[in-house]
Each structure stands twice: as C-alpha cells, then as structure tokens.
C-alpha cells in the first residue's frame, strides 16, 4: 500500500468549558484514489473532523493528536502554509450549494478566482480554463453558466460548480460534506454519478461525509462508522454492512428503511366510501393583481397544486412522495385550512368548499404534523399547556384536561409523564415530534396529515417515531396523508401512493404493485435514481 | 428615583434669596439657581417627575404598538397592508413634531407630554414589533393554532406575543432613553412640565437665561439628562445579551 494522503492519528479535539470531547481518538488514513465514507448522526462529529482538517476550527478549540498530509503534520503548520495548502491541495465541498457560493459573484468569477490564486494563471486564462471545468462537470452552455449568478442556477447547477471549482486545482484531497442532503433525490444521483467519474479520472483521495448509510455503500470503497466523536467502526465497505461488529453499527444499519421489510402489512379494510375526497383542488399563491384583473389580462399567479384530486379510505395511509417544490405541503396545508383553495374536498360525504366551511367537527377530525419540531412547538409554553390546547377545544363539554389525560396523552407516545412540565427546548428533536405527535392524536383524529415528520430527525430516530406512528395508526385506525421525499421509507408503510410533480398530480398507484405498474415517466426516474439500501 | 426626594438635602422649592448663582459648596453640592434653591435637591426631585413619566410613556407606546405590529402580522394580506400604511403615514411626521402638535392641541401639561411622547412612540414600536411578529408567523406553531381552529385572539394573545416579548423590551428600554430626552425637549421648550416642578428638562430651559452667571445651573441637569439616557441605552445592550441566547 502506498502512503497515505491524508493520515489521521489518535486525533482528540475538544471545546474550551465543554466537558464533551467533540472528536475522541480519532484515527484514519486515506491513500491515493480511495474514498472513505464517513458516516454518523447529527451531532457525532463528523463536521468537526472536516473542519479540523481544513484547519478552520474556533480559538477555542483544544486539539491533541496528528494530522498528517502526505506526510506533513498539519498541526503544527504555520498559518501562511496552510492559507496555501486550503483549495491548492484540500479542496472541500459543502452541504448547501445555495450558500457556499456568493450570491454578489458570477459563478464564473468565484471559479477563475480560485485558479487565479492557486494556480497563477491570468484572468483571461483562469476564464477559458474555467468554462473547460464547467464543461467537465457536465454543465452544457458553459460559456454561459460563467456570467450567471448564483440565484440564476438551480441547486443541482450550482452544486455542479462548487464541485468543479474543487476540483479545479487538482488537490491531493477532497472533503465532501454531505454534498447531496440539499438536493432532490434524481440531481443527487446525477451529482454522484458525475463524483464518481471524476474521482475515478482524477484518483483524488476523498473523505466523504454522509448520514446516508444507502448512498455510502454505493460511493465508497472503504467506511468508517463515528459515534459521540469515536469512530466505533472501520473496514472495507463489504464487510462493515454485510457483517457489522460494533452494536452502533448494527442499530444504525436496522433502521435504515428498506422497501422490502413491510411494516404494514394489512390492506385498510374495504369500505363503501372514502374517507376524504379530495376533488380539483387548486392552490394559488399571492393574490389577483387589482389591475390585471381590470384588463383581462392572465392570471400570473404562482400555482402550488393544479387540480390535484384524490380519494383516502378510512383507517387508509396513502404516502404523497415528491421532490421540494412540487406541492406536497400546499396541498397539506390547503386541507388543513391554512391556504386557500379551488375546488372542492369531500370529507365524510360533507362539502368543504373553503375556509368558511371548516367548523369544529372537520378540524378535530383533520389533524396535521408538521416537519419541523422546533418550529411547530412555542417554545414559550410548557408540553402540558400545548397538550392541553387540542384537549379544550375538541374536548367533551366538562371534560377538564387534567393531569391524568396529559400523562396518558404522552404515555401513548411513550414519553415519561415528568415531561409535562417541561419546556420545547429541553427535549430533543424526536422527543419533539412525539409531544407533537400526542398533540395531533390528542383530539382522536380520523386523517392526520404528516407533513415530512421524519427529514429533520435521525435515521434511528425516524424509526422510532415511524414504528410509533404505525402503533397508533393500529390502535386507533386513523388514516394518514403520509408526505415524504423519501421513496424508501413511504414503500415501508404506505397502502398506495401518489407522486407529485411541479404542482400535479402524477401517479396514484398501489404500493404492491408499484415495481411492474405502468408509470409516469417521472416517478420511473424517481424509482431509478433512489439509492438501492445498503447491504 | 424612588429615594431622591429623602436624600435631598433640602426642600427643592425653598428659595433663599441670599445664596442665589452660588457654585457648588459644602452646603450646596451643586450649587444653586436664581431664586436660591439647592439644585441637588431639584435634581433628586425631579428625577422623579423625568424618569417615571419617561417610563410611563414609553409603556404605553410600546403596548399600542406592540398590539398593533402583531395583530397586523397576523391579519396579513390588505389588512397588514392598511395598518402599516397608515402606520408610515404617521410616521412621516418627526416624533418631536408630532408631539408638539399633540401638546398644543390638548394643553400644556406633564400629562398630555406623556400622551403625545406615547403616540409619538407607538408607529415606531408597530413597526419593529411588526417585523419580529411576521418571523413568527411563519412558525408551525402558529400554523397548528391555526388549523386546529383556535380564535383570533389566543393566536394573537398566546402565541404570538410571548415570542415577540423579547425583543420588544430591549427596544423599549432603549427608547425610554430618547423619551427622558423628549421629555426634557418639550418641557424646555415650556410645552411639558409647568414651574416650579424640578423637571430636568425645564431646569435647563430656566437655567440657560442664568448661564453667564452661573454655567453650573445649566450643567447639572444635562448632565443628569445625558447620564440616564446613556444608563438605559446601556441597560438595553444588557437585556438583549441576555434575553436573546435562548435556546
């Protein structure tokens, strides 16, 4: 084996008045054309570890240990070497393309910056070689792509770019952090397509940051497995799947959805007629202009959803996939009464035409969860007065929402009853969602719109609280709107599901039969470019 | 503020028409004004009538305000829209301007000084309370309320506002300091406090006729004007270190 490029030794980093090592003994190494896949859950150090390779870390940080490139400790370099070193041999790519690259910049003035100054070539050159890079990279009107500003790329292009500039200097080692978490599930497998090509032509070692243990098998030829800033397992990527001998490893490789393993297995029991029907419904955003509307002119308002009609069967969970922007949660959110709509939802045999229609009975009966657990909690009331809420409002006349309701409520979502009196911010995030959870079940609800619950949580995580959900979708028959954007999870549990697509309704198609259907040529590509689980 | 008057050396209206323009002495402190009074004591008495009538009137702003900036947020959409407008319009006019106005209408008096110093105040608060409630609007929690079919009010009342609360205290106290200054401007300009209060402002509007023969008159309650302007603005800074890492 040649020497390695990047060798990590016995790397211990720490915060000053932190009492937890961020990164404890950490040791790795990476030769020459080989990418490392480094896997962990949010908060396992994993950024930490990029970051204190590219010597960018806080004054308050406390580090032991060594860093070595090709040989080089880089502990001990002196600043100047490693402004030097930072784009010229370590290149790094981030998470979030929209902003790693500087809005007030043409992407072609932040590439030939990057060769200009690393490189030493004259501005003209530095701009002719970078339209070869963006070429490279697959961007097709690259002459063009140089003028254009970020906000005038979508995601996957500017991610394109960051990735092009990285490589532009042909460093000696590459970091990619999370590279594909902002993007849609077909252009993260176009991006990993176009790094493996380019990793396989350049022979760049690569540290490949992930939480996505599906996507690191498929990229990496060797992985390390980090928890609590210890890195619990290291080998071949074969042998750490197929055989994990670290009991994180294991847990974490459980939970990973896999479309195959079923949670669900009952079809929801035939009934005569839907439970909701959901019927032409259009959601438009902004409001009419006064002028336009004056003179006849079209109508150019943002479309959320064009005539999206669907029917849910009690006790039903129907999983609404798509990629961000295609209008899964303006539809969530048009059933809940939060948009306006056109058109008209059916629910239980009763008209809702809009807002107006939307009494007592419908909101206790439609119940939705929301993403973002922070956001959807105030962080200002304790969980006893948010549990209390759907309790007084939906509540039998005289049924008080004492103690006893709170404890059984948050005992349903197996959380000790001592949280009642607790604040939002002293739960963690999966605690969260389940005090949400308790909320939405609160009222004993017959639809529940799950609004993407599961994308800000870990994977462990998100199989607790989808094991949760599929318990009390057992226990009180509730039919579910499931909205994900991850195919993966929505084929372990859902009954049917409906793919969406820039505002329209695409496919509508029954899980078990979803491999051999006739499909929409998006959902087709959808179902193409879902990385196959590990293992 | 509330111990001035009890440790004010002597009554603050007691003239002694032998120690009249004296400089600061052992028996006077800080020395005396035209009619002999001791200006200490007038200081001390007067922070009263400067300090709490400045706190009073930036309350009541920032609680109209506060009210109209999250109701606004929340109605959203032409409803937002007219509020915010009508808002701007009163805002074009200078706050001193406004208030002077509001004075002259009602009459010269601490009270309506008061008032008008709080309508000067409460576009201002609208709008900054406006721009922290639109954030939280767009919060689920707000979201869920919503849907769940709670009324206008608790939105507005629960939810909202304890989430806007924090901010809005840091700018209040840092707009008690411009309300001490408004209120010393409209007394010195004979509109607020009537003689003989000992309020700062009008200390200093009696002072400056005396000043070649006694700079000291005019000094003692601008500096007084100046130092708790400064105190608040710094109490300010404090709060907001200290409400807004919360996590």
Known sequence: MTAPVLDVLNYTLAYAGGAVKALDAVALAIAKGEVLGLVGESG??????????????????????????TGRNLLTAAPAEIEAMRGRRIGMVFQDPSTSLNPTLSLGEQLAETLVRHRGLTRAQAWREGEARLARVGLKVSQDMMRRYPHEASGGEKQRVVIATAFACEPELLIFDEPTTALDVITARQILDLFRALQAETGVASLYISHDLALVSQIATRVAVIHRGRIVEHGAIGEVFSCPADAYTQRLLAAVPRPDHRLLASQPAESPRSLVEVDKVSVHYGRK????????????????????????????????????????????????????????????GRRIDGLADMDRAYR????????????????????????????????????????????????????????????????????????????????????????????????????????????????????????????????????????????????????????????????????DAVPAPAA | ??????????????????????????????????????????????????????????????????????????????????????????????????????????????????????????PGM?????????????????????????????????????????????????????????????????????????????????????????PWMILWPSLAIALVAIGFNLLGDGLRDALNPRT
Request: hydrophobic fraction near 45%; charge should be positive; aromatic fraction near 6%.
């Open chain 2, 126 to 214: 609208a709008r900054v309370t406006r721009s922290v409630a639109l954030a939280v609007r767009k919060q689920d929690y707000v979201n869920a309320a919503i849907a769940r079919g709670e009324s206008a009010a608790f939105v507005v009342g629960r939810e909202m506002l304890p989430n806007v609360v924090a901010p809005i205290i840091v700018e209040m106290t840092i707009r008690v300091a411009f309300a001490v200054m408004l209120f010393a401007t409209l007394s010195f300009l004979g509109l607020g406090a009537q003689p003989p209060a000992s309020e700062w402002g009008l200390m200093v509007s009696e002072a400056r006729r005396f000043m070649h023969l006694s």
């Open chain 1, 44 to 69: 396992s150090g994993k950024t930490s570890l990029a970051w204190a390779i590219m010597r960018h870390l806080p004054a308050s940080a406390r580090e032991a240990g060594e860093i070595r490139l």
């Open chain 2, 1 to 122: 503020m509330t111990v001035g008057p009890f440790l004010a050396p002597h009554d603050p209206e007691k003239m002694v028409p032998l120690m009249r323009y004296k400089p600061p002495s052992a028996q006077f402190w800080l020395g005396t004004d035209q009619y002999g009074r001791d200006t200490l004591s007038r200081l001390l008495h007067g922070a009263r009538a400067t300090v709490v009538l400045a706190v009073i009137a930036t309350s009541l702003g920032t609680l109209a305000g506060t009210l109209i900036g999250t109701v606004s947020a929340f109605l959203g959409g032409r409803g937002d829209e007219a509020i915010m407008r009508t808002v701007d319009a009163i805002m074009s006019i200078p706050s001193l301007l406004l208030a002077l106005l509001i004075v002259n209408l009602l009459g010269k008096s601490s009270f309506n000084a008061l008032l008008a110093i709080a309508l000067a105040f409460t």
């Open chain 1, 289 to 348: 202009p006064f002028l336009a509307k004056l003179f006849g002119r079209n109508d150019t308002r943002f479309t959320g959803n064009r005539d999206i009609s669907l029917a849910i069967r009690p006790g039903e969970i129907l999983g609404v996939v798509g990629e961000s922007g295609s209008g899964k949660s303006t539809l969530a959110k048009a059933m809940t009464g939060l948009n306006r709509f056109d058109g008209e939802i059916r629910f239980d």
């Open chain 1, 364 to 527: 206790r009966d439609v119940q939705i969860i929301f993403q973002h657990p922070d956001s959807s909690l105030n962080p200002r009331q304790r969980v006893r007065e948010i549990l209390s809420r759907p309790l007084a409002l939906y509540g039998e006349p005289g049924a008080k929402a004492d103690a006893g309701t709170i404890d059984a409520l948050l005992e349903q979502v197996r959380l000790p009853a001592d949280y009642a009196d607790r604040y939002p911010h002293q739960l963690s995030g999966g605690e969260k969602q389940r005090v949400a959870i308790a909320r939405a079940f609160a009222s004993r609800p017959r639809l529940v719109i799950c609004d993407e619950i599961t994308s800000a949580l870990d994977v462990s995580v998100q199989a607790a609280v989808i094991e949760l959900l599929v318990d009390l979708q057992k226990r009180f028959g509730a039919a579910y709107l499931f909205i994900t954007h991850d195919l993966n999870l929505v084929r372990q549990i859902a009954h049917r599901i409906a793919v969406m697509y820039r505002g329209d309704l695409v496919d509508l198609v029954d899980v078990e039969t979803l491999p051999d259907s006739v499909l929409h040529p998006y959902t087709r590509a959808l179902l």
